[in-house]
Structures are given as structure tokens and as C-alpha cells.
């Protein structure tokens, strides 16, 4: 069975510029998850969806929104690129229901450089 | 205070040797704790959940203090495969997220 998967593997952008960033959970997976890992850290939550959604949001500003499709793939969008949002973009699905987190079963991520 | 504090070592090991990570985590009303691995420039892997019980798989041993808010792995017989960075997880209040620690680097040398 394939794993998550996450569109594309690198990208490099410039500061102001804005990103897409893609994801699609393993099938029957119908909750998605997006993290940030900053090099030396552990990743940071930035989303949760299911069912089409939005269930959690992290410390994250305006900038970073996100999407779920019906068929469960989601999009993150970053606007108004930084230096600082420089890093590695995971995107996690699980089985979860209606309440709890399951196990996380994560993607290879999206490496962004912003110049 | 961040949620999930652990030392991010590096912890250096000869093949054989026993290990153990600890982690302290913040927020009283967790649910849900964890021990992911994540090996260099890769996506964190589960390596096992944690229960106030204690777990064992193989040579992993995972213990939760719910009153002291404090969880451990322990790594025995350790292996060169076992080099990796292992962080720390604990479920949000919400529990709809993951909170991770830094992570804690171990390398096995033979």
C-alpha cells in the first residue's frame, strides 16, 4: 500500500513570493495533518483537518492556511514568503474519528528554501 | 515553558550498550504519549506509544509517570541501525495535535 505522499520533494522561492504545497493520505485516511520542522527542532503543528474540516490550528500566523478535498488530499498555502519559513513541511494522515490522534503516519515532507 | 523538553544529547554508545532518554512534558491533561525516531534528512517513524503501565518491544522499553509528568525510553543492546534522533510526543489538549520535543541524537559507534 503506498504512504502518504507530498508534492513537490524540494522547492526554492524568494521572500515575499507565496508556496503550494500538496499532500494525499493513505487511502481510507480521512484526517490530515501539516507540520513545520525547522532544522534542529522538533516539528511544530500547523493544521489538523478531517473530514474537509479544519479541527486544530497551531501558533502560526494568517500567512500559512490549508485545505482538505474531498478525496482527502490537502493543500497548504504559505503567502508572503519569509526566511524564516524556511524548512521541512510534513504532512501526517491517520484514521482518526470524530475525537483522539491515532498513530501519525508521515510523509517524506517538502523541503523549502526561501532566498 | 515549552510543552515537551528533552535533552537533545548527543548521546554516543558503543554496539551493546544500554541507553535511556527522558522527557518532561507540560500540559497535566495530556492523553496520548509517544516516542517517534526520525532518521537524518527522513519523516518521524512511530517506534512505539506509551502507557502508564510500561511497554516493551524487543529492546525498547517505554515508561509514563503521569504525577511526575515524565517519560522514558530505554534502548538496550544497542545497535549501529539504532543511530537516529528520538523525539519525544505528547497529544495536545484538543488532542486533535502532536506536541514534539527537540529530539535527543544517539550514534552507536562499533
Known amino acids: 500500500d503506498a504512504g502518504v505522499t507530498q508534492s513537490p520533494t524540494h522547492l526554492i522561492k524568494t521572500r515575499g513570493q507565496q508556496v503550494t504545497l500538496r499532500c494525499s493520505p493513505i487511502?481510507?485516511?480521512?484526517?490530515v495533518s501539516w507540520y513545520q520542522q525547522v532544522l534542529g527542532q522538533g516539528p511544530q503543528f500547523i493544521f489538523q483537518?478531517?473530514?474537509?474540516?479544519?479541527?486544530g490550528r497551531g501558533n502560526f500566523p494568517d500567512r500559512f492556511s490549508a485545505r482538505q478535498f474531498p478525496n482527502y488530499s490537502s493543500e497548504l498555502n504559505v503567502n508572503a514568503l519569509l526566511l524564516g519559513d524556511s524548512a521541512l513541511y510534513l504532512c501526517?494522515?491517520?484514521?482518526?474519528?470524530?475525537?483522539?490522534?491515532?498513530?501519525?503516519?508521515f510523509g517524506p515532507g517538502t523541503r523549502l528554501t526561501v532566498l | 515553558r515549552k510543552e515537551v523538553e528533552q535533552d537533545p544529547g548527543p548521546f554516543n554508545v558503543p554496539e551493546g550498550a544500554t541507553v535511556a532518554f527522558n522527557c518532561t512534558y507540560s500540559?497535566?491533561?495530556?492523553?496520548?504519549f509517544f516516542w517517534y525516531r526520525q532518521d537524518c534528512r527522513k519523516e518521524p517513524k512511530l517506534l512505539m506509544s506509551v502507557y502508564s503501565s510500561g511497554n516493551e518491544d524487543g529492546r525498547f522499553t517505554a515508561q509514563l509517570n503521569r504525577a511526575s509528568q515524565y517519560i522514558s525510553l530505554l534502548i538496550r543492546d544497542s545497535k549501529l541501525s539504532d543511530s537516529a534522533t528520538y523525539l519525544c510526543?505528547?497529544?495536545?489538549?484538543?488532542?486533535?495535535?502532536?506536541?514534539f520535543g527537540k529530539g535527543t541524537s544517539l550514534l552507536v559507534t562499533p
Open positions: 501526517a494522515s491517520n484514521l482518526a474519528g470524530t475525537s483522539g490522534i491515532g498513530e501519525q503516519f
Open positions: 487511502s481510507g485516511h480521512k484526517s
Open positions: 500540559n497535566s491533561a495530556s492523553q496520548s
Open positions: 483537518y478531517y473530514e474537509k474540516e479544519e479541527r
Open positions: 510526543v505528547v497529544s495536545s489538549n484538543s488532542g486533535y495535535a502532536l506536541n
